[in-house]
C-alpha cells in the first residue's frame, strides 16, 4: 500500500477572451481566492486559459518557455502562495513549431513536469462541428508524471482523455490522480466530457479532475466551452462539479479510497495480457 497524504484541490474554471493581460490578471485573482478561501494545496487551471482557443491565433498568443509572461506569473504564484500549481494549458512556441504544454510547478515556483498534448483534435461532425488542430500544432511524444508529498499525478490535455492507453499507462507508472485540462465544445461536451470523466477514473481506480474554461457569452462568436469542471472519485462518482459559469471547484481529496475501492472491486490486479496479447494473433 502506497503511503498518502489527502490534500485539498481546486479548478478554477476561468473565462478566456482575446485580452492576454486580462486572462493572467483573472487567473491570478481565482488561483489566490482558491487558496485564501479554500486553503488549497492543489490548484488546476483550464486549457489555453490565457488566449483564445483557436488554432488561427496561436502565432500571436504562443510564448517561447525562456522568455514566458504567463509561465513567470504561474512560478511566481506558486512559490508565494506554497502551492502545487497545475497550469491548464497554453500555446507554446519551441523553434519553428507550437505546441499545447500544460507546465507543473511546485511550491519552490520550480517546473517539475511539462506536458505537451499527446492527442490532438482533430474531428469533422457534419453539420456541427470541424476542427482540426494539426493544422498548426504538433503533438507531444512523453507521458507526464510528477511526485508530491500526496501522491503521484499524471497529466492530458483534453482529448488525451478519449484514449484509455494513456490512463492506464499512468496507472502503470503508480498515478493515484489523473488531471486534464480541457475544453470540450458545447456538441461533444453534453455528450462525452462526464463520461470519459468516469470511465477513465474508474477504469483505472484512480481519482481524475476535469478543468474547462467557462463559457465566454460576451464574446459569442468566439469558441465556447461546455465548462462543467469536475473532480471524479476511484468509483466513478461525482465528487464535486459546476456549471457553465466562471468559479471555482473545490474538494478534499481522500486517498484512502484508492486502496478501498482497489481492494472492493480489483479490475486493474485482475487484468490478463496474456489473453489480449493472444487475442491479437486472432
Not at 61 to 87: C, D, H, P, R, W
Not at 205 to 226: F, G, I, L
Request: charged share 25%; proline share 5%; with cysteine.
Amino acid at each position: 500500500m502506497n503511503i498518502r497524504k489527502n490534500f485539498i484541490l481546486s479548478l478554477c474554471q476561468m473565462k478566456s477572451t482575446v485580452n492576454k493581460e486580462d486572462n493572467l490578471k483573472r487567473a491570478e485573482e481565482l488561483i489566490s481566492s482558491a487558496v485564501n478561501l479554500y486553503k488549497s494545496n492543489v490548484v488546476v487551471l483550464p486549457e489555453f486559459f490565457n488566449s483564445p482557443y483557436d488554432m488561427k491565433q496561436v502565432p500571436k498568443y504562443a510564448e517561447v518557455e525562456s522568455e514566458s509572461q504567463t509561465l513567470a506569473m504561474l512560478k511566481k504564484l506558486a512559490k508565494s502562495l506554497n502551492i502545487y500549481l497545475i497550469g491548464g494549458s497554453m500555446p507554446e512556441k519551441d523553434g519553428d513549431g507550437y505546441y499545447n504544454t500544460c507546465y507543473c510547478i511546485n511550491k519552490l515556483g520550480e517546473v517539475v513536469a511539462k506536458h505537451r498534448k499527446v492527442h490532438l483534435f482533430d474531428i469533422d461532425i457534419p453539420g456541427k462541428m470541424t476542427y482540426k488542430e494539426s493544422s498548426i500544432l504538433l503533438p507531444g511524444n512523453n507521458l507526464t508524471v510528477f511526485d508530491t508529498e500526496y501522491c503521484k499525478f499524471g497529466i492530458g490535455i483534453c482529448y488525451d482523455i478519449r484514449f484509455p492507453e494513456l490512463a492506464q499507462s499512468y496507472k502503470k507508472k503508480g498515478c493515484d490522480f489523473l488531471i486534464y485540462p480541457g475544453a470540450f465544445n458545447t456538441v461533444t461536451g453534453p455528450l462525452h466530457w462526464e463520461l470519459l470523466s468516469r470511465s477513465r477514473a474508474l477504469d483505472n481506480n484512480c481519482y481524475v479532475a476535469v478543468c474547462s474554461p467557462s463559457r465566454n457569452e460576451e464574446e459569442p462568436n468566439t469558441y465556447q466551452a461546455w465548462g462543467h469542471s469536475m473532480v471524479v472519485d476511484p468509483f466513478g462518482k461525482i465528487v464535486t462539479s459546476l456549471g457553465h459559469q466562471e468559479g471555482i471547484v473545490q474538494c478534499n481529496i481522500n486517498l484512502e479510497l484508492v486502496d478501498e475501492i482497489g481492494q472492493q472491486i480489483p479490475t486493474f490486479k485482475q487484468k490478463r495480457p496474456d489473453v489480449y496479447e493472444s487475442l491479437k494473433k486472432i
